[in-house]
């Protein structure tokens, strides 16, 4: 039987929806939900619901960010037959992003008994949210805010990838929080760093959702739970989109940073408390 019933995946779709692309932690706040609606964090099932409803999240971004996706990949399949082609700042995104997806990927394989047992504490996600949020708070303060989305170079784009393992072994650290403050570090602009995070998170999530997708359906997930979960988590994830990007032209992370250390300190409560185990 499904460890997750038809209202618990709208609800979490829902939380996926809104958080996997906000610097709060997409994971932290589905274990949250999770432990809060007494469903099983540490089910196979329920871990490989989790990473397939992100799918939906990333659909929303590839609708989102549809014409940029076409002219990216183009410039990679014409730089690949034309050698003048290669000197286009688009070919060599498209590069950056192959390389920069590595790592995770690595990383994603070799730890995976890790983050899906120890690492996958409701105790790891509430420090994780506390400390993510000193260096998001301390990237703002540091960076320098000058440099454009065409400003971006392979080092930049390596220095984003990587920084999504942070988020990969420490759930609660926040994929969108790591890779945006990584950006703000390099002197991107806020818009430019989230933009960034966007196309690096598109790979890693979308190969994390596919090579999950097994281990769900195997163990339990119920296919009904799972495409429900996945639809909600579309239309919120492209709602949430629209409204972040509006929300960092204009504002600093600040926000963000007070939410997470609230949740973190709130979710030490009630794990001290034993209303989550």
């Known amino acids: 039987m499904s460890a997750i019933s038809i209202g618990q995946a709208v609800v979490l779709g829902a939380v996926e929806g809104v958080t996997e692309f906000l610097p709060v932690s997409s994971t932290g706040h589905l274990k949250i939900a999770e ?7 540490a089910d196979k099932a329920v871990v490989g619901f989790s990473a397939v409803i992100q799918v939906g999240a990333i659909a929303a971004a590839l609708v989102y960010f549809g014409k940029d996706i076409v002219r990216i990949v183009g410039a990679w399949f014409r730089g690949l037959g034309n050698r003048e082609e290669r000197y286009h700042h688009d070919y060599k995104f498209a590069w950056w992003v192959i390389y ?32 993510g949020s000193g260096v998001m708070w301390a990237a703002d303060q540091m960076g ?6 065409d400003d971006t170079s ?7 990838g990587c920084s999504q393992i942070l988020a990969l072994l420490f759930p609660g650290f926040s994929r969108s929080g790591a890779t945006m403050s990584t950006g703000l570090i390099l002197d991107l602009e806020r818009v430019a760093a989230t933009r960034l995070s966007f196309f690096l998170g598109i790979p890693a999530l979308t190969g994390a959702g596919i090579y999950e997708l097994k281990d769900a359906m195997g163990s ?5 739970p799972l495409a429900i979960g996945t639809v909600v988590s579309f239309a919120v994830a492209y709602a949430s989109i629209s409204w972040l990007l509006k929300f960092v032209a204009k504002h600093s992370f600040n926000s963000f940073v007070i939410y997470r250390i609230l949740v973190g300190v709130l979710l030490f409560g009630l794990l001290g408390m034993g209303v989550l185990s």
């Open 220 to 224: 339990g997930a119920a296919v009904l």
């Open 144 to 149: 320098r805010h000058k440099r454009g989305e």
């Open 100 to 131: 920069a997806t590595i790592p995770i990927v690595v990383v994603g394989l070799a730890a995976k008994p890790l983050i899906e047992g120890p690492l996958a504490s409701l105790w790891v996600v509430a420090g994780s949210l506390i400390v």
């Open 35 to 41: 432990g809060l609606m007494g469903i099983p964090v």
């Open 154 to 160: 392979l080092k930049d784009a390596m220095w984003v």
